[in-house]
């Protein structure tokens, strides 16, 4: 995988004024677009689509200290108004491009990423792998800001507003496996930019078949191949960091990459204040 990465950064590098074709790279480099964008912003800190807008701004510096017109350089880096370009010049630098042909800056440049592996072996991860036929995913949703660090605020919410009795009543709905309580992320941003917008679903899983209630909310999963991850101490720092070893230890070490699918959260066992828990991380996955 971490071939792949640099492969794409050069990628990137060579196509800062064409458009950049995600899709067609992964599939020459033997993966997809999401496994690549999701390993990139998980390694990288930052999503695809901001390195590149970042790096495209970096570049353009050098045109805009020169004597070309705005407008030609906008176009050249593909934007189609000198307002956008200066958007987004704006947004990197902190000054528009007037500005700094004025004045020379000040500049906030984006550097080329390289990856690397660094082996140190010291995380051992509790993984299993399991084949599941086609399931249904059933609970009450919300569109919910995404957010790496932390407790969510949001879904904290949200799953407070819910009354007690409608938690028992879907943990007696559980009839599939991953069995009980489940915090589930779908329609996640390729990218994992954060802020971006995801619907979170709390529920269960039941069989495929299974009616649904009228007031609950359905995610129907097709059947697949799951990597399961257990997390055990202080939550939800315990899991974050789980989650964050699947992409800089266990993917690159195995030959599974990300398929699309929604990321479930089975909560097995918990302190009364939820100040720890065991938990059991679903990522979908096919082979590389």
């Not at 059933?138 to 605020?153: C, F, K, Q, S, W």
């Not at 990218?191 to 078949?209: F, K, P, S, W």
């Amino acid at each position: 995988m971490i071939a792949e990465l640099n492969r794409l950064v050069e990628y990137v590098e060579d196509h800062l004024t064409e458009e950049i074709d995600i899709a067609g790279l992964a599939s020459t480099l033997g993966t997809t677009e999401y496994h690549l964008r999701r390993m990139f912003s998980s390694l990288a800190g930052l999503p695809l689509s901001e390195y590149v807008r970042r790096r495209r701004m970096s570049v353009a510096v050098a045109d805009v200290l020169g004597d070309g017109e705005l407008l030609s350089i906008a176009v050249t880096y593909g934007y189609g108004s000198t307002e956008a370009f200066g958007r987004a010049f704006r947004s990197v630098h902190g000054v528009g491009p007037g500005d700094v042909r004025r004045n020379g800056g000040p500049l906030q440049t984006q550097p080329t990423l390289r990856f690397r592996l660094t082996v140190e072996g010291n995380i051992t991860m509790d993984t299993r792998i399991i084949d599941r036929p086609a399931f249904r995913l059933i609970g009450h949703t919300a569109r919910v800001p995404l957010i790496h660090e932390g407790t969510n605020p949001h879904i904290q919410s949200f799953i407070t507003s819910l009354p007690a009795t409608e938690h028992a009543r879907l943990k007696e709905l559980s009839s599939a496996e991953p069995s009980g309580p489940l915090q589930v992320s779908a329609d996640v941003d390729p990218d994992y930019a954060e802020g971006t917008e995801l619907t979170y679903l709390h529920g269960v899983a039941v069989a495929d078949a299974t009616p649904v209630p009228a007031d609950l909310e359905a995610i129907d999963v097709a059947a697949g191949t799951w990597a399961v991850f257990l997390s055990q101490g202080e939550y939800p720092a315990s899991l974050q960091s789980t989650w964050a070893a699947t992409a800089t230890d266990w993917f690159p070490s195995n030959p599974w990459r990300l398929r699309p699918g929604p990321s479930i959260v089975a909560v097995l066992d918990r302190a009364d204040d939820f100040a720890t828990a065991t938990t059991e991380l679903w990522l979908p996955i096919e082979r590389a």
